[in-house]
């Protein structure tokens, strides 16, 4: 497995950058929004929305940061 710790990694519309192993900030493509995530919590307004009645829940952002976790998807240097 990579260190992916400061490489970013492009899903789907979201950039990842992992700032330790277990956060990063996550970025829309077009920047609107750069938000903290980490395997288990967001900043984004769905994850706080819908977290407080699925404790379970994960946004996008968070399967994503899992996604560049588990090593799915490779670093994109160009993002």
């Known amino acids: 497995m990579i260190n992916y710790i400061n490489l970013p990694f492009m899903i ?3 950039v990842v950058y992992p700032e ?3 956060r ?3 970025i829309d493509f077009d920047c609107r929004y750069e938000l903290i995530t980490t395997p288990r919590s967001c ?3 769905t994850f706080r929305f819908n977290s ?3 404790p379970g829940f994960k ?3 968070i399967k994503a ?3 560049v976790i588990n090593g799915e998807v ?3 240097y160009n993002a």
């Open 65 to 67: 940061l899992q996604k």
């Open 74 to 76: 490779p670093p994109d």
């Open 52 to 54: 407080r009645r699925d």
């Open 43 to 45: 900043t984004c307004c």
């Open 12 to 14: 789907n519309d979201l």
């Open 24 to 26: 990063a900030r996550v």
């Open 20 to 22: 330790a192993e277990d």
């Open 59 to 61: 946004c996008r952002h």
